[in-house]
């Protein structure tokens, strides 16, 4: 059974950074498409950033220049480093794992990320 578990998440003051991680335990990690989405109150669930199987990463507009999305195949790992926070990067953060070849996409319980002004 594939497992997804966030961590990282808070509370930081505007301009602030948090890293976030999820670890994942149930697939050939290296084999996964990992994402991370996120869903802030009142809003729908948008793309944050997302890293292929061969390490290419991609972001959501919002993000652009501010995250930084990286894996680490050794460690079952993804990481999504969060610099410059807006209080409108406030939402709760999931990673996804998607096994190359499988229609399928897991999702983690997710964590909160509350940025203040």
């Known amino acids: 059974q594939v497992q997804l578990v966030e961590s990282g998440g808070g509370s930081v003051q505007a301009g602030g950074s948090l890293r976030l991680s999820c670890a994942v335990s149930?697939?050939?990690?290296?084999?996964?498409?990992m994402t991370w989405y996120r869903q802030g109150p009142g809003k729908q669930r948008e793309l944050v950033a997302g890293i292929s199987i061969g390490g290419s990463p991609n972001y959501g507009d919002s993000v652009k220049g501010r995250f930084t999305i990286s894996r680490d195949n050794a460690k079952n790992t993804v990481y999504l480093q969060m610099n410059s926070l807006k209080s409108e990067d406030t939402a709760v953060y999931y990673c996804?794992?998607?096994?190359?070849?499988?229609?399928?996409?897991?999702w983690g319980q997710g964590t909160q990320v509350t940025v203040f002004s």
């Open positions: 149930g697939t050939i990690f290296r084999l996964n498409t």
């Open positions: 996804t794992a998607k096994h190359w070849g499988d229609e399928r996409t897991t």
